[in-house]
């Protein structure tokens, strides 16, 4: 403010980017009692040009000069009607390890939950270079998947905080 009741804005100071979102575009198998690196394939937005796109990556990498507070988020959809995914988890890992974890459907005999989505989220500290990728670990034998369908919007999400 000038003192005459101006406040002056820097905008460029105002934006939530880098901004990324990618999903999957074909089913992916899951193995049993594995830690598997979700395949987000399908890049929708990615304003840094930061998403590694590739098989055994499939990670966001904090830009040059990116440095900041970062909102992540995943989102994957039990849908699979012969093989319903129970007893897993999704997982956040930075840098090569586990950040955080959330619990997704447990056992519940033969009345699995169906198109329902799992989620999970945090506000990140990260430092240039730090990366970001999601994996999904189930218990339930073999033959279950994240499936790709219309409604099957796994999804996996960044942008920068404003501070």
Not at 20 to 28: C, D, G, H, L, V
Not at 130 to 142: A, L, R
Request: proline content about 2%; aromatic content about 12%.
């Amino acid at each position: 403010s000038d003192g005459a009741g101006v406040v002056t804005i820097n905008a460029a100071a105002l934006k939530n980017t880098p901004i990324f979102k990618a999903e999957i575009s074909s089913t992916q198998s899951l193995s049993n009692a594995t830690t598997t690196l979700v395949a987000f394939n399908s890049v929708i937005v990615d304003t840094a040009s930061a998403y590694t796109n590739s098989a055994g990556n499939y990670k966001w990498t904090v830009p040059s000069g990116q440095a900041g507070k970062y909102y992540v988020y995943a989102r994957l959809i039990n849908r699979d009607t012969s093989n319903a995914m129970y007893d897993t988890k999704t997982y956040i890992y930075k840098n090569g390890a586990s950040f955080a974890t959330a619990p997704m459907n447990t056992n519940v005999s033969s009345n699995y939950f169906r198109e329902r989505p799992e989620q999970i989220c945090e506000i990140m500290d990260l430092s240039v270079d730090d990366y970001i990728q999601i994996y999904v670990y189930q218990s339930n034998g073999s033959g279950n998947e994240l499936e790709n369908s219309s409604v099957s919007n796994h999804t996996f999400t960044i942008f920068r905080l404003i501070e």
